[in-house]
């Protein structure tokens, strides 16, 4: 079983900016695509960021694009997502998720593993 533990998460007022973590202790990291979700009350889970195995492709959601930023660090095992010029809306869930292979997806039903979340909060 892979476990993929989030921090980082926070309170921060609009315009800030956060760092998100996501470490697999233990577990195959190396080869597999992975990404970032988010769910905000009463809303469905969505589609982030996502990086490719080795990091050489990565895809981002039109509401981030030009503001958030997907990294991979496969000796650490760990992979970031750095959140700049938050704003409320920004506010959620964010949820760490790994492929089975090393391609991206923006499909939640394509990956395999899930962090247990960390709360973003984005005061106005």
């Known amino acids: 079983q892979v476990q993929l533990v989030e921090s980082g998460g926070g309170l921060v007022q609009a315009g800030g900016s956060l760092r998100l973590s996501c470490a697999t202790p233990?577990?195959?990291?190396?080869?597999?695509?992975m990404g970032w979700f988010r769910q905000a009350p009463g809303k469905e889970r969505e589609f982030v960021a996502a990086?490719?195995?080795?990091?050489?492709?990565?895809a981002y959601a039109d509401s981030v694009k030009g503001r958030f930023t997907i990294s991979k660090d496969n000796a650490k095992k760990t992979v970031d997502l750095q959140m700049n010029s938050l704003k409320p809306e920004d506010t959620a869930v964010y949820y760490c998720?790994?492929?089975?292979?090393?391609?991206?997806?923006?499909?939640?039903?394509?990956?395999?593993?899930w962090g247990q979340g960390a709360q973003v909060t984005v005061s106005s």
């Open positions: 998720a790994q492929r089975r292979n090393g391609a991206i997806s923006y499909r939640t039903l394509e990956y395999f593993y």
């Open positions: 233990g577990g195959t990291f190396s080869s597999y695509a």
């Open positions: 990086i490719s195995w080795n990091g050489g492709n990565t």
